[in-house]
C-alpha cells in the first residue's frame, strides 16, 4: 500500500503531461511548461466526465485516457524545462508533501478527516461505480451502498472530482481510500504551480513567486479542508485559477481559447451549473480583453465551453432541483461544521487545529489578520496598477462567487466558498507584500510577508496536530472481508461505520443499523438507532435480521453479545468477527444483559414460560459461559485526563503520564484486556507489571472499544496500568473532543451449550447468560 500510496502521483503526473501536451496542440501554442501538469489534469476531469455520461462508454474511460496520454507524451520535446517551469514543480513538489504530511508521517497509507467528514465514504463509493457503470445503478441489490448512489448520483451530483481518483487508483492497483490523501495533495500542488505562473505575470523575482504561490496555497482554511476531505474544494480551485491564466494570451487567436475552456468544463463538471456564479467573469474577460471580433470570440468560446460541458449541462436540471436548492440555501444547514465560519478566515490565518473552532490566542490572530488585510489592499492596488487582466479578474471571480454563496447560501455552502477564495485571497496579499518598490519598502514589504506566511504555516501545524486519521489496520480488514465474503450477503453492521457500509462491503450488499439504509431494522422496543450511534445486535428485533442477513460484520467487544444461534462465527480478525448464518428461522428466545454487560440473569417465569412450548425433539441453547468485569475509571484519572468530570468513567484521549486501576478477574483463566474510546495519542498497556502491548492511536465510532491483548490471570484483583506516550510529533495528538473509558477485562463467546428441552428452569434460573433460546 505504500508503494502505490508513492507511486500514484507519479502515474497521474505522467497521465496530466500527456494530457497537457494535448491541450496545447489543440489550442495551436503549446502552455507554458509549468501550466502542463495542471491543463492535464483539466482535460482527465472533462474526458472522464464525458466517456461515464454514457454508461456503456464508462469502460472505456481509462483505456481513452491513457492511451491519450500515451500519444501526449510521444509529443512531448526532449529538452529540460526551464527554470520557471522547475521552480513551479519545486513548489508544487512541497506543496504535495505539506498536504500529505499527516499521512505520510503516520507511517500508513490512511486518510484524514476520519469521522469529521463521512462525506469520504459516499466518494469512494461514487469512486467505485462511475468507472464501470457511469450512473446507471440497476441490478444493485438493496444496500446501504446502492441507497446512497441512488441519493446522489441518480440525482446528478456532479462526479468530475471523484474520477482522477479512480483513474488512478486503478492504475496502481489499490483501493481508492489509500490514495484519497495523494489525489488531495496533488491537487493542492497543481494550485500551487498555476499559482507561480500567475504571480509571475505581476513581475515579480522567481523567488518572490514561488514565496507567494507555497503560502497562498497553503492556506489555513484551504489546509484545513484538505485534512478533512473536501475533494470538491481542492479540486476546483485550480481549475479555476487555470482558467484565469490564458487572458490576454488569446487575443489574437480564437483557437486558443480551447486552453480556458478546458478550464472551465473541468470546473463545471466539478462544480456543477452552480459553478457559473465564479466562471462568469473569467469568461467575460476572456471576451472582452480585446475589442477586436467581441461577438466572434464570444460564439466560438460559448460553443467551446457547451460542447465540453454537455454532460454537465445535462445531468444539472436533475442535481438544481428546488429541493437540493432548497437545502443549499437553508439558513441553519450547518452540515458538518460546528457554526457558520467566520469572514475573516478567507485570509488563510487561524491558528486552531479545528478550522469550525476560534482560535485560543484571538488578540494575536486579530493582529495577524489586520496585517494580512494591509497587504489585501495593497495586492488589489497593484494588481490594478500593473494592468493584470488575469489576477484581477481572477479576483473579481473569486469576490463574487464567494459572496454570493456567504450571503445566498447556507453556512455549509458558505464555508466552502470561503476555503475556494482563501488561496486566491492570499496570494493578492503577498503579492501586495512582495511587489513594493524602493528599498525601505520592499525590506519592510518583504518582512510583513515573512510574518504572514510564518503566522499560515503555524497555523497548518495546528491543522496537523489537531488531525483526524482513519485507522488504516480496521479498515484494511473491512476491506479484506469485503473480498472474501463478496456476492455472500446481504449483510448487517451494527456500529455506524460508513466506510465499511458504503465502500469496503458494498459486494456483501451490506447495510448499516444507524445508516442510510433500504430496509428498517428497528430495535427490539420498536425505536430506530439513531444515525451515528450503535447497539448491541442483542438489542434489535431479530424478525428483521434472522430472516434478511445472512452475514453480520460485527465489532469485538468485551461486553457485545454472541449473535443468536441462527448463526455461526465464520471469521474472528483484530477487529470484526463474521457470522454466517445457518438458518433463516428465528427461534424463540429470551435476550439478557446490558450496555456494559452481555450477560443477565434471566427472570424464572420467563424461562419457565419457553420451557413450556417445547416439544419433542427441541433444545434449549445458551452461549459458552464466560465472565467479564468491567470498571470506570473517571475517578481514578489525573486531572490532566479528565475531560467529562470526574465519576463519568470517560477521560480524555490526549492523555500524559500514568494511571493505575485495580480490576478483579471472576475466575481463573485467559482474559481480553480492552480499553474503551478512543485514543489520540499511544498507550502502553501493562497488568501486574508485565507490559502486554501498546496501542493507538485510534479513532472509535460511539461505542467501540480496543482490544490491549489477552493475558492469563488468577481469580481475584489485578493492577492494570496505562501510561500516556507523549508522541508530540506524530500527526493528530491533540485530536478531540474523544474520550477514553471504561475498561474491562472479559472472555469471548464463540460456540453455544445445548441441552434438552425439558424443564430447564431449575438448571439455568439464577445463572448469568447472554440469551437463551429454544431451537426446532
Known sequence: MIVAWALFPVVLGALCLGLGELVGRAAGRRPPAALLLPYGLAAMVVVATTTTAVSRLAPLTIPLVVGLAVVGLTLVPRRRPGRDARTALAVGAAIFLLFGAPVILSGKPTFAGYVKLDDTATFLAFTDRVLDHGRDLSGLAPSSYEATLAVNIANGYPLGAVLPLGIGARLVGTDPAWVWQPLLSFAAAM???????????????????????????????????????????????????????????????????????????????????????????????????????????????????????LPVLVEASAFLRRDNVTSFRAGGELGNLVRPLRVQQVLGIWPTADFRLDPSHSGLTALLLMVATLGLGLGVIAILKARCWELSSLVIAVALGAMTFVVAGSPWIGGKSLAMASPIVLLVVLLGFLTRSGPRWRQAGIALGAVVVVAIIASDIQVYRGVWLAPYDQLAELEAIGKTYAGQGPALMTEYQPYGVRHFLRRLDAEGASELRRRTVHLANGGLVPKGDYADIDAFDQNEIVPVYRLLVLRRSPVGSRPSSAYTLAARGAWYDVWRRLTPTLPRRIALGGPLDRNGVPVCADVGALAATARDGDRILTPESTTSTVAKVGDALPPSWISAGRGSGYASVGPTGEVSITLSAPTTGVFGVWIGGTLSRRLRVSVDGDAISTIGPQINQRGMWLHAGDVPLTAGPHLLVLRGEADTLRPGVTSGPFFIGPVALAQEPSGAIEQPAGDVTASLCGRSLDWIELVR
Open 191 to 309: 494550485l500551487a504551480m498555476t499559482s507561480f505562473v500567475l504571480a509571475r505575470r505581476m513581475r515579480v523575482s522567481r523567488l518572490a513567486a514561488a514565496a507567494a504561490s507555497f503560502g497562498a496555497t497553503s492556506s489555513a482554511l484551504f489546509y484545513g479542508y484538505a485534512q478533512w476531505g473536501g475533494i470538491k474544494e481542492l479540486v476546483a480551485v485550480p481549475l479555476l485559477a487555470l482558467g484565469a491564466v490564458t487572458i490576454n494570451r488569446t487575443a489574437t487567436e480564437p483557437r486558443r481559447l480551447v486552453f480556458p475552456a478546458v478550464a472551465f468544463a473541468a470546473f463545471l463538471a466539478v462544480m456543477s451549473l452552480g459553478g457559473v456564479v465564479w466562471v462568469a467573469p473569467l469568461a467575460i474577460a476572456h471576451v472582452l480583453v480585446t475589442r477586436e471580433s467581441v461577438v466572434k470570440r464570444a460564439a466560438t468560446g460559448l460553443v467551446l465551453l457547451t460542447l465540453l460541458s
